[in-house]
């Protein structure tokens, strides 16, 4: 815990910060609160407290620093490029964990999370109205539509011909009961221009969740068993849901072949053309992750992908950048905060009047689909390889 080297290192890259309040008007929670304590700067002062011992983990520095979404936007306009991240998981490590941090435990057993959605889906809304704790998980639970059965563990080979390469595909803890159709269009392009796909069977949830909630040796765990079941002389392995992509990446020098995005994959390699694609004459909203812009600074992925539907018209919604308030199971355990991020992003949405939100993370598309369909909105909430795959002309 308080590692002499482990705390110098830390002190190192905190002495990096100029105390400049660049990042407070780009902060997510500074905007909502403008209390220093809810801004990057004011929680880097805290964890320096924390470090050298001035501070204790009381309630209050606990709940300080529990309350930033890790959306990394600081990180990305910070001049000193001050890393973060890494600072606020640091420093969660040390402290109690707060209470509330069901999900990270639900995702990391799969068979449990798998009833618990299918209950979800199977009991209407209006039993758990009651109960106001169960209420909220239950509305995000049942957001997100059933969808085909997730593809099974398993090697597929390439549909046409000729093996380009062989790919892992990363299904990640949710991506099997909320993104399925998510999963099976992935594994439908990637076979379709020629590459042979793996979905390894032991491999684990990506390990952001408990990296996150403070519990780094839970996410090095989790490494290590994702790290065994790709070893096995793959390409690329490929994520689907962005911010298990960020987590991934991460260690990703422990993987045994480079990680990749689906969308910057498909970009990069598929070689797909306008006219491989039915046209669509309708528009779409594009919502792209803070995970994506913040981290990858892959706005453009996801744009570039819809733009190969032809005649779809692709607009933008929400404030590059900013976090939508999904942020792992955060919308969980801040719901009220969760609740008014998301708000302009719906109301665009809305106002447009779109059949379709795109977006490419997980806990953002279960996030915004609720709060669309809490408006009495019908709009479909699809990753961007959704899309493409439905309009993608077989050959
Ligand atoms: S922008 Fe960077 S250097 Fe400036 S206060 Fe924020 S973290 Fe510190
Ligand atoms: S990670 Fe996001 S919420 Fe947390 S301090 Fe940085 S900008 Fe604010």
């Given at each position: 815990m308080n590692d002499p080297n482990l705390n110098q290192a830390l002190q190192l890259e905190?002495?990096?910060c100029?105390?400049?309040?660049?990042?407070?008007?780009e902060c997510p929670t500074y905007r909502l609160k403008t209390n220093e304590n809810?801004?990057?700067?004011?929680?880097?002062?805290?964890?320096?407290?924390l470090i050298n011992g001035r501070l204790q983990g009381d309630e209050a520095l606990v709940r300080h620093l529990d309350q930033c979404l890790t959306c990394r936007r600081c990180e990305r306009v910070c001049p000193s490029q001050v890393k973060y991240g890494r600072l606020i998981d640091a420093a969660r490590?040390?402290?109690?964990?707060?209470?509330?941090?069901?999900?990270a435990a639900i995702t990391q057993h799969p068979v449990?999370?798998?009833?618990?959605?299918?209950a979800a889906r199977a009991l209407p809304s209006s039993l758990s109205r009651p109960i106001a704790s169960l209420h909220w998980p239950h509305r995000l639970a049942r957001a997100l539509p059933a969808g085909p059965p997730a593809p099974s563990c398993g090697s597929y080979p390439?549909?046409?011909?000729?093996t380009r390469g062989r790919v892992g595909l990363f299904t990640g803890c949710l991506g099997a009961t909320q993104q399925s159709a998510a999963l099976a269009s992935a594994l439908r392009l990637l076979r379709h221009v020629g590459y042979s796909v793996t979905l390894p069977v032991d491999a684990v949830c990506c390990g952001a969740l408990g990296m996150h909630a403070g519990n780094t040796k839970d996410a090095q765990r989790l490494a290590e068993r994702n790290r065994i079941a790709f070893d096995q002389g793959l390409d690329a392995v490929i994520s689907i849901a962005s911010g298990c992509g960020v987590q991934?990446?991460?260690?990703?020098?422990q993987l045994p072949a480079p990680h990749t995005d689906i969308c910057r994959f498909l970009i990069d390699h598929a070689g797909f053309k306008q006219a491989d694609f039915r046209p669509l004459l309708e528009s779409v909203a594009l919502h792209v992750p803070c995970s994506v812009e913040n981290i990858y600074h892959g706005a453009a992925w996801s744009k570039q992908i819809l733009n190969l539907v032809p005649g779809l018209r692709v607009e933008p919604v929400g404030e590059l950048g900013q976090c939508c308030g999904a942020a792992g199971d955060y919308m969980l355990r801040y719901p009220d905060v969760a609740k008014r991020l998301r708000q302009p992003i719906v109301d665009q949405v809305l106002s447009g009047d779109h059949r379709v939100l795109a977006t490419s993370n997980i806990g953002c598309a279960m996030h915004l689909a609720e709060g669309l369909h809490a408006r009495g909105a019908k709009a479909e909430v699809l990753h961007p390889i959704e899309l493409l795959a439905r309009q993608l002309l077989s050959r």
């Open positions: 905190l002495d990096r100029v105390k400049c309040g660049l990042c407070l008007p809810a801004s990057p700067r004011g929680r880097l002062a805290l964890i320096e407290g490590d040390r402290l109690p964990r707060p209470a509330g941090r069901a999900l449990l999370q798998r009833v618990a959605t299918h390439p549909l046409n011909g000729q991934l990446d991460e260690y990703a020098p």
